[in-house]
């Protein structure tokens, strides 16, 4: 072999129409389109194209996938929705692949499906970031870990909870420069109800930053925490700044909620034990006064 000769390839590394598993014959209603089973053991990635003027039966169109090239061991199934044009990528996971496409109950006058064979791994389908999901939008599967770091520059895995939910806890909220911290907390056993009351100083500015609280559990109806703006600090015309339902539970919620004093006002927390006996309830929010 002389040195410098290129070695030749008989297969060609361009992308190919799979015209055994691509059609522009319009459909008739309920009729479908079954392509060939063909060899793809040579590709890397599957793209389809399909745009029809009459909606697909459900889960009409059929992405086969198949090891000798006969029985169908899987399947990727799609419904495709009159006037819009969808595109799909896959990976090769079988030797053989076809594409079958059954019509919905419209006979279609327009029908474009095209099944393009790529012997390397190109860019998958794209959404705009404006466009909303569909569940008929293909995607791939993504596991992953969620870290953040922390200020000693380590990363820490977020973890969940037994039912899936993630556990983030946000910092204490900070009060700026030149006001009053407030923090008013609360834990105590309860057997009916217990009002918590901070009267605003007159001519100040309150804001509430967040409110926090949990309750044991409860045989019967469990606890009720609320927090009321109270305008002349008389239990009636209360105004709901936050409320929760709590049973072995617990809760925090970020506010903004702002008042100023006017000499009468006040803040009214309260705890209510829903059920009978006597129930432990903390409580506590936080904000500041300027």
Known sequence: MLLG?????????????????????????????????????NYQMVSIMVHANADSASDGLHVEWSMDGISVFNEDKFKISSGTT???????????????????????????????????IAKSSSHRIQDNLSDEDDAELVKAVISAKKPDGT?????????????????PPTPPPFTTAISISVDTFIAGSS?????????????????NGGAATSASNGA???????????????????????????????????ATGNGSNCIRLRRTNSGGGSLEIFARWEGFEE
């Open 5 to 41: 000769a290129q070695i030749s390839s008989s297969f060609d590394e361009s992308s190919v129409v799979s015209y055994l598993n691509s059609t522009t014959a319009p459909l008739g209603s309920s009729a479908s389109f079954t392509g060939t089973f063909e060899d793809i053991l």
């Open 86 to 120: 969808k595109q799909f990528t896959f990976g090769t996971p079988a030797k053989y692949t076809r594409i079958k496409y059954i019509n919905g109950p419209t006979t279609q006058s327009s029908f474009h499906l095209q099944t393009i064979l790529h012997p390397r």
């Open 155 to 171: 990363f820490t895995n977020v973890a969940s909870d037994d039912s899936g939910r993630l556990q983030v806890t946000l910092p």
């Open 195 to 211: 009002d918590t009351i901070r009267y605003i100083t007159n001519g100040d500015l309150i804001t509430i930053q967040r409110i």
């Open 224 to 258: 009720k925490i609320e927090l009321f703006y109270d305008p002349l600090c008389s239990n009636s015309s209360l105004e709901v700044i936050a409320k929760a339902f709590l049973n072995g539970s617990n809760f925090q919620t970020d506010l903004l909620f702002q």
